[in-house]
Structures are given as C-alpha cells and as structure tokens.
T-cell receptor, first 115, second 112 residues
Framework: EAGVAQSPRYKIIEKRQSVAFWCNPISGHATLYWYQQILGQGPKLLIQFQNNGVVDDSQLPKDRFSAERLKGVDSTLKIQPAKLEDSAVYLC?????????????FGPGTRLLVL | QKEVEQDPGPLSVPEGAIVSLNCTYSNSAFQYFMWYRQYSRKGPELLMYTYSSGNKEDGRFTAQVDKSSKYISLFIRDSQPSDSATYLCAMSVTGANSKLTFGKGITLSVRP
C-alpha cells in the first residue's frame, strides 16, 4: 500500500512570496489533515477535510493560508504572502474515517524556509 | 497551561537501557492516547495506541495511561540505537471530527 505522498520536499522562498504544497493521501482514505510543525514542537492541526468538505479549520490563518481538496482526493495548501514565522515542516496525513482514535498516516512533510 | 505537556529533552541513554517517556494533560475528556515516533526528516508514525486507562505492551514497548492522574508513559526496554528518534504523545476525545493534540516531542538518542 502506497503511503501519503507530498511534494515538494523542500522549499526556500522570500517573505511576501507565495508557495503551494501538494498532498496525495492513501487511496480510499476519506479524511485528510494538514499540520504545521515548527522546529522543536509537535504538529499543530491547520485544517481537516472529510472527503472534499472542511471539518475543522479553526487554527488556519485564513488571511494568508488556504487549502482545498479536489474531488475528495488530492489536496493543496497555499500560503500567500509568506511570513518569516511560517518557516516549518508542513505535514499531510490521512485516515480511513474521521473521529476520535482514528490512526493517522503521515507523509514525509515539506520543509519550508522563509527568508 | 497547555493541554498536553511533555517532558523536555533531549534524552541520551546507553544501548540496553530502559527508557521512560512521559506526558501530562489537562483535558479530562481525552480518551484516546497515542505515541508517535518521528525519525529525522520523516513524518510521524504510530507506535502505540491505548483507549482509556490501562497498559498495553508490544514487544519492547509498553504504554501506560493513568487517567486519574492525567498522566501517560511510554517505556522502552532494551533500547537500541534504532530507537533514536523523536517521540510524540498525542491525544483525542471521542466523537466524530475530533482532532489529535500533540505534545512537543522528546528526542531520544541511544548510544551504542
């Protein structure tokens, strides 16, 4: 079974530029998550999709971050414009269903450095 | 007070040592307790999973949950250099759409 795929793996941009990350979840997984992991901290949920609908985006900085999940499969997370404090690893995860206790399967992440 | 607090690191032990990793939490509604392992430049992977209180053992790994004290632990017996990674505790409540809340993680290094 193929795992969660993410691209690019690394990205360096200057502040105020825009950037986009792509995620392909495990086939058949209905729920997709985007997390932000700042160095030395645990992952923080940015947005959760159930199929192509948003379940939770309460911690997504909506003035600069946006995300979509096309046809309930792939997802894209965008930052525009980027700030220095957005430097982090952006992790995508998927699970078969939503709900407490569901095992989440993580991709390798995209490392973003904002200069 | 953060919802989930994890012992600060890093932690360095000799090969063969018993390792104890701990987290405390404040939300009494948490029912699912997990330990994820994250190798350098990789995404987290689920290591142990416990529902409510009690112990769970899997090979060299034992997870304990004490809901009365709001305290969870992960024990690693006969630690190996391959156990060197960051360990994250994570918790969630029951119900649809509930989310995982992670601790900060602790980096473990097992010296050969």
């Amino acid at each position: 079974e193929a795992g969660v795929a993410q691209s690019p793996r690394y990205k360096i941009i200057e502040k105020r530029q825009s950037v986009a990350f792509w995620c392909n979840p495990i086939s058949g997984h209905a729920t997709l998550y985007w997390y932000q992991q700042i160095l030395g901290q645990g992952p923080k949920l940015l947005i959760q999709f159930q199929n192509n609908g948003v379940v939770d985006d309460s911690q997504l900085p909506k003035d600069r971050f946006s995300a979509e999940r096309l046809k309930g499969v792939d997802s894209t997370l965008k930052i525009q414009p980027a700030k220095l404090e957005d430097s982090a690893v952006y992790l995508c995860a998927s699970s078969p269903r939503t709900g407490g206790g569901e095992t989440q399967y993580f991709g390798p992440g995209t490392r973003l450095l904002v200069l | 007070q953060k919802e989930v607090e994890q012992d600060p690191g890093p932690l360095s032990v000799p090969e063969g040592a018993i390792v104890s990793l701990n987290c405390t939490y404040s939300n009494s509604a948490f029912q699912y307790f997990m330990w994820y392992r994250q190798y350098s430049r990789k995404g987290p992977e689920l290591l142990m999973y416990t529902y409510s209180s009690g112990n769970k053992e899997d090979g060299r790994f034992t997870a304990q949950v004490d809901k009365s004290s709001k305290y969870i632990s992960l024990f690693i017996r006969d630690s190996q250099p391959s156990d060197s990674a960051t360990y994250l505790c994570a918790m969630s409540v029951t119900g649809a759409n509930s989310k995982l809340t992670f601790g900060k993680g602790i980096t473990l290094s097992v010296r050969p």
